[in-house]
C-alpha cells in the first residue's frame, strides 16, 4: 500500500464524489459544509489500516482546496485562505474541516485503543498469536519489525510524536469504580472512550495558525459566519484585493463613495454607506461603542460586550448579518448598477436577521413588533 497505484480508486471516488456536488452552484458555506461531509466518504478500510503515502494526502487536499475555493483541475481559482487556517480546529480560530492526515491517524491509532481495551476478543487473541505477542500487549504499539498491517499501524507512532503526543495521552489503564480491576481509557475524550473525531482535532491541534478568536453564532448561517471569518482577515474579493493578486480592475476605489480605496474595512466600517447603518444599528441595539474604525475592532467589541454570553452572541450575530448584508448591497451596486438606500438596507437587515434568529435560532415567540423595538428580545 506504499505504491500510489494501489490509492488510486480512493482518488477516483474522492474526485467522483466532489464532481457530482457541482461547486458553482454552492455558496462557500455549502462547498465548506461539503468537503468536511466527503472525509466520511473515505473509504474507511483504506484509511483505517494503511499509513496514506504523503502524495496521495497531497492529492487529497488539492482535490478539496479546489473544490472549496470553486476551481477544478487545469482551473485554479483565488485560494484566499491558506489551506491551513481552513483545516485548522474552530477552537484555534479555523474553520474545523480537518485534516485528511490526522484523520488516517486517527482512524489507525483506534486499532491500538481496541488491541489494549479488548484483548478478549477473538480478532485481538488471534493478532497476539500469531505476532508472538502475548502476555506483552504494550509492545504491539512500537514494534516497526512487525509484518502485515501491523507495522502500518506500529508506524503511526511517529506521526503522534510529531504532534507531541504520547501513548499514554492516548490510553492509560484506570482503576474502576467496582475494585482493583484496571481498565484502559482515553484520556483525550471526555467520556474516556477513544473517539477518532477528538483524536483527530487534537493531532491537527498541534501545528499551530496565527488566526486568533472567533466566534460562531448558531443563529447564523454559515455562509454569513464565513464570510465574516474573511473580512476579518482582509480574504474578501474587494477591488484593493482582487488588484493584489492580480486581477485587472478598472479601479480600487470605493464604489459608494468614491473617495478612498475599497478595503474590507472601509467598505464594511469606515465608509459613509456603512457608518450610516452601523449607527442605526447601534441606535436600535442601544450600545454606543468608541474607537471602531475596524471589522476586528468591531467584533472584538462585541465578543467583550456586558455580561451576558447570550446577548454577547445576539450582538455578533447582528454584525456579522449587517456586515454580510453591506457587502451583499456593494454586490448589487457593483454588478447590477442597483444602488440601494440605507433606510431599505436597514429594514433587510432587521428582517433577515429577525427570520434566522426565530427560526434558526428556535426564538419562535417573538414578535416582529418587539423585535424592531429591541434585538434582544427572547434572551
Ligand atoms: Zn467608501
Same mark, same amino acid.
Given at each position: 500500500m506504499r505504491l500510489m497505484k494501489h490509492w488510486q480508486?480512493? %482518488?477516483?471516488?474522492?474526485?467522483?464524489? /466532489?464532481t457530482i456536488w457541482k461547486s458553482k452552484t454552492l455558496s462557500f458555506g455549502g462547498r465548506l459544509t461539503l468537503i468536511k461531509?466527503?472525509? !466520511?466518504n473515505l473509504p474507511t478500510y483504506f484509511m483505517s489500516l494503511f499509513v496514506a503515502p504523503a502524495g496521495i494526502i497531497d492529492k487529497l487536499e488539492k482535490l478539496r482546496r479546489n473544490f472549496l475555493w470553486g476551481g477544478s483541475e487545469g482551473n485554479s481559482k483565488i485560494h484566499w485562505v491558506s489551506w491551513n487556517k481552513i483545516i485548522a480546529n474552530k477552537s484555534d480560530g479555523g474553520l474545523g474541516v480537518g485534516s485528511i492526515k490526522a484523520f488516517n491517524t486517527a482512524l489507525i491509532v483506534k486499532w491500538w485503543w481496541r488491541f489494549r481495551s479488548e484483548p478478549e476478543s477473538i480478532w485481538a487473541k488471534a493478532i497476539s498469536s500469531i505476532?508472538? /505477542?502475548? !502476555?506483552?500487549?504494550?509492545?504491539i504499539l512500537s514494534l516497526k519489525t512487525l509484518p502485515g498491517v501491523w507495522n502500518n499501524i506500529a508506524c503511526s507512532k511517529k506521526d503522534l510524536d510529531k504532534c507531541g503526543i504520547t501513548i499514554n495521552m492516548v490510553m492509560e489503564k484506570q482503576s474502576t469504580n467496582e475494585g482493583d480491576d484496571l481498565k484502559w481509557t482515553c484520556p483525550l475524550s471526555s467520556n474516556g472512550n477513544y473517539q477518532v473525531n477528538t483524536s483527530r482535532r487534537k493531532l491537527d491541534s498541534?501545528?499551530?495558525?496565527? %488566526? !486568533?478568536? *472567533?466566534? @460562531?453564532?448558531?443563529?447564523?448561517?454559515? +455562509?454569513v459566519s464565513t464570510f465574516t471569518w474573511r473580512a476579518k482577515q482582509e480574504r474578501i474579493p474587494t477591488f484593493v484585493a482582487l488588484s493584489k493578486r492580480g486581477v485587472n480592475v478598472t479601479s480600487t476605489m470605493c464604489y459608494h463613495c468614491g473617495e478612498v480605496e475599497e478595503t474590507s474595512d472601509h467598505m464594511l466600517i469606515q465608509c459613509s454607506y456603512a457608518k450610516t447603518i452601523m449607527k442605526w444599528i447601534l441606535k436600535w441595539c442601544n450600545i454606543q461603542p468608541e474607537n471602531i474604525s475596524t471589522v476586528h475592532d468591531t467584533l472584538d467589541y462585541a465578543s467583550n460586550w456586558g455580561n451576558c454570553p447570550k446577548k454577547k452572541r445576539r450582538l455578533l450575530g447582528i454584525f456579522y448579518g449587517t456586515? @454580510?448584508? %453591506? @457587502?451583499?448591497?456593494?454586490?448589487?451596486?457593483? *454588478?447590477?448598477? +442597483?444602488?440601494?438606500?440605507p433606510m431599505k438596507l436597514m429594514d433587510i437587515i432587521m428582517s433577515?436577521?429577525?427570520i434566522w434568529v426565530k427560526y434558526k435560532g428556535k426564538c419562535d415567540s417573538i414578535r416582529w413588533?418587539? @423585535?424592531?423595538?429591541?434585538?434582544f428580545i427572547g434572551l
Amino acid at each position: 500500500m506504499r505504491l500510489m497505484k494501489h490509492w488510486q480508486p480512493v %482518488i477516483e471516488r474522492f474526485q467522483k464524489k /466532489l464532481t457530482i456536488w457541482k461547486s458553482k452552484t454552492l455558496s462557500f458555506g455549502g462547498r465548506l459544509t461539503l468537503i468536511k461531509s466527503v472525509l !466520511g466518504n473515505l473509504p474507511t478500510y483504506f484509511m483505517s489500516l494503511f499509513v496514506a503515502p504523503a502524495g496521495i494526502i497531497d492529492k487529497l487536499e488539492k482535490l478539496r482546496r479546489n473544490f472549496l475555493w470553486g476551481g477544478s483541475e487545469g482551473n485554479s481559482k483565488i485560494h484566499w485562505v491558506s489551506w491551513n487556517k481552513i483545516i485548522a480546529n474552530k477552537s484555534d480560530g479555523g474553520l474545523g474541516v480537518g485534516s485528511i492526515k490526522a484523520f488516517n491517524t486517527a482512524l489507525i491509532v483506534k486499532w491500538w485503543w481496541r488491541f489494549r481495551s479488548e484483548p478478549e476478543s477473538i480478532w485481538a487473541k488471534a493478532i497476539s498469536s500469531i505476532h508472538n /505477542l502475548q !502476555g506483552k500487549p504494550d509492545h504491539i504499539l512500537s514494534l516497526k519489525t512487525l509484518p502485515g498491517v501491523w507495522n502500518n499501524i506500529a508506524c503511526s507512532k511517529k506521526d503522534l510524536d510529531k504532534c507531541g503526543i504520547t501513548i499514554n495521552m492516548v490510553m492509560e489503564k484506570q482503576s474502576t469504580n467496582e475494585g482493583d480491576d484496571l481498565k484502559w481509557t482515553c484520556p483525550l475524550s471526555s467520556n474516556g472512550n477513544y473517539q477518532v473525531n477528538t483524536s483527530r482535532r487534537k493531532l491537527d491541534s498541534c501545528s499551530s495558525v496565527d %488566526i !486568533g478568536r *472567533f466566534e @460562531w453564532v448558531k443563529e447564523i448561517p454559515i +455562509k454569513v459566519s464565513t464570510f465574516t471569518w474573511r473580512a476579518k482577515q482582509e480574504r474578501i474579493p474587494t477591488f484593493v484585493a482582487l488588484s493584489k493578486r492580480g486581477v485587472n480592475v478598472t479601479s480600487t476605489m470605493c464604489y459608494h463613495c468614491g473617495e478612498v480605496e475599497e478595503t474590507s474595512d472601509h467598505m464594511l466600517i469606515q465608509c459613509s454607506y456603512a457608518k450610516t447603518i452601523m449607527k442605526w444599528i447601534l441606535k436600535w441595539c442601544n450600545i454606543q461603542p468608541e474607537n471602531i474604525s475596524t471589522v476586528h475592532d468591531t467584533l472584538d467589541y462585541a465578543s467583550n460586550w456586558g455580561n451576558c454570553p447570550k446577548k454577547k452572541r445576539r450582538l455578533l450575530g447582528i454584525f456579522y448579518g449587517t456586515m @454580510w448584508s %453591506i @457587502w451583499k448591497s456593494r454586490n448589487d451596486t457593483v *454588478f447590477n448598477n +442597483k444602488r440601494l438606500q440605507p433606510m431599505k438596507l436597514m429594514d433587510i437587515i432587521m428582517s433577515t436577521l429577525f427570520i434566522w434568529v426565530k427560526y434558526k435560532g428556535k426564538c419562535d415567540s417573538i414578535r416582529w413588533s418587539d @423585535w424592531c423595538l429591541n434585538p434582544f428580545i427572547g434572551l
